[in-house]
């Protein structure tokens, strides 16, 4: 059959949009649900640790965590209706089962994710607010980046465009990032080592979706000439049944990977509000079983070793050490002589302070946001050093590079962790908002990208490469669009089937990826200078 242009009725032969009244309970259900869950999980976690949250400090922790998961609700609205466009267009699912199904894989995407996307996009922040991210700066920051991310997503999002909440995300830390810099007189700003990494992800995963999706239709129509699978969805008609499988498939596949990638993204925000907040009970991993501690110092006494035979006999005391090592991530320069210095002296704080408490689950109130920033400092500046593998063997022969990497490894461990209510607490809010806004993202993917309507091939091409890209991504630890990837996707195989592409929308695409880094730059930049002014001039410090 051949694909007919698209006529004036784009979008028609969709179920309406409006929500069912047991629906509309089920949402309102799970959103008080999992406000209860996240507010009850906070009070036991804080209260486990002996340090109960004042009525104030929680409203403000309460407040600050709805903006963050209202910008995962928000992400819903693009990045998961992604996921959800080829089953509701083709009729492969009803909406609301496919919102369902999808949700239910986001979540399991989540739950399995390693924290790894999460903590790049943390890494792209200040040093400096990093580890004071209870000051007035760091609150500053994060209702600035997030408020900025937020309001460009609901803007694209009304005039149906497939923007990515991974550019306005990264593009707000920019903002916040070069704001600092300014306000500061240049001492702290955006960790560029880092950036240059996540911007090469976000610009090359489309031209992957684009070309990948494309030579994958060319050879499906080789491998499988099934004529039914290339033809358009027809009005109210499931498609086949093992064409209804193939593409159920492809959007579990899809889902699965978005949760392990976009979902990471707010919650390592999420994180740098609960260690501001709340330090004692989240700054350090507290699930480390007081088994590991041996292990622990052992590997930061050995490290210590490492780094004397290339300190040149220096040894700083502590505030010097710390100040060398802030130094040294801001310049990224972590191979010198003085910096082995300043390694050795903390690492020897670390093993010192836990072999006094025992384990890090002991470690008291007051101390617990020494460790922790102790244990980041350490663990960002091995990163840097230790990032090339083979240089790595190079710069620490003898063994010395795995007795790093093994020292490394705990000190993430330690820091860098997860709470399970964190993760299902996202994956609520990326399914309730999915289940709002899933009409606009559908009928751009479905109708306004190509010239014809998007046929059943052309969208199980576009999301398995959209689901191959993602998860690879993933298990780089980098953030990636799956708006783009998949909007690319289809792009790619409307070129390879010869359709053409509608100019307009691609148009609009392009110009909101191109305009979504400056434009939440710029919002959350001037949002930063604004909240932090205004708390200054209340006197708060």
Not at 35 to 57: F, H, K, M, Q, W
Not at 95 to 112: D, Q, R, T, Y
Not at 242 to 256: K, M
């Amino acid at each position: 059959m051949a694909s007919q242009a698209i006529d004036a009725n784009d979008g028609a032969a969709l179920p309406s949009h409006r929500m069912h009244p047991a629906g509309m309970t089920v949402f309102l259900l799970l959103l008080v649900g999992g406000i209860v869950y996240a507010g009850a999980s906070v009070l036991l976690d804080t209260r486990n640790v002996g340090e109960p949250l004042a009525i104030g400090a929680f409203l403000f922790l309460g407040l600050a965590l709805l903006v963050a998961l209202g910008f995962e609700f928000v992400n819903g609205f693009h990045d998961t209706a992604n996921a959800v466009a080829t089953v509701i267009y083709t009729h492969s699912l009803k909406p609301v089962v496919a919102v369902m199904w999808s949700g239910a894989w986001n979540f399991i995407g989540v739950l399995v994710s390693t924290g790894a996307v999460a903590y790049s996009i943390v890494t792209l922040l200040p040093v400096d607010l990093i580890l004071n991210v209870g000051s007035v700066g760091g609150y500053a920051m994060i209702f600035a980046l997030l408020i900025a991310a937020v309001t460009w997503n609901l803007g694209t999002w009304f005039f149906g465009l497939p923007n990515s909440s991974s550019h306005a995300l990264i593009g707000s830390i920019l903002g916040v990032g070069l704001a600092n810099q300014i306000l500061t007189h240049g001492a702290s700003g955006v960790e560029w080592s880092q950036a240059e990494s996540v911007l090469l992800a976000l610009l090359v995963s489309p031209l992957i979706g684009f070309f990948g999706a494309a030579a994958l239709l060319w050879a499906m129509k080789r491998v499988l000439p099934d004529p039914t699978l290339y033809q358009e969805p027809k009005a109210d008609t499931p498609p086949p049944f093992h064409i209804r499988v193939l593409l159920i498939f492809t959007c579990t596949a899809v889902s699965f990977a978005h949760g392990g990638n976009d979902g990471q993204k707010g919650m390592g925000l999420i994180m740098l509000i609960l260690i501001g907040v709340a330090p004692t009970a989240y700054s350090l991993n507290r699930t480390m079983p007081d088994s590991s501690t041996p292990a622990f110092i052992q590997a930061a006494t050995s490290a210590q070793g490492v780094f004397r035979q290339k300190s040149g006999g220096a040894h700083p005391d502590l505030p010097t050490a710390q100040a060398t090592l802030k130094q040294a991530l801001r310049d990224h320069k972590p191979d010198a002589p003085a910096v082995y210095a300043a390694l050795d002296t903390v690492s020897g704080e670390i093993a010192t302070e836990l072999t006094n408490y025992g384990s890090i689950r002991h470690v008291p109130a007051a101390q617990t946001k020494n460790v922790r920033n102790a244990m980041y400092l350490v663990f960002d500046t091995l990163r840097l050093s230790t990032k090339d593998e083979d240089t790595a063997k190079t710069r620490f022969p003898n063994g010395g590079a795995a007795k790093l990497k093994t020292y490394e490894g705990l000190l993430e461990k330690g820091t860098r962790y997860i709470p399970l209510w964190v993760k299902v607490a996202v994956a609520l809010a990326l399914g309730l908002g999915t289940m709002i806004g899933w009409r606009r993202i559908v009928v751009t993917v479905g109708e306004k990208i190509g010239r014809t309507h998007l046929t059943y091939g052309m969208g199980a091409a576009a999301e398995l490469v959209a689901a191959s890209t993602i998860l690879l991504a993933q298990v780089k630890g980098m953030p990636v669009s799956t708006t783009h990837i998949l909007s690319s996707g289809v792009a790619g195989t409307m070129v390879a089937n010869g359709s053409g592409l509608q100019a307009s929308t691609v148009r609009n695409i392009a110009l909101a990826w191109v305009l979504t880094l400056p434009a939440a730059m710029a919002i959350a930049g001037l949002l930063y200078a604004l909240f932090l002014a205004g708390l200054h001039g209340l006197g708060i410090a």
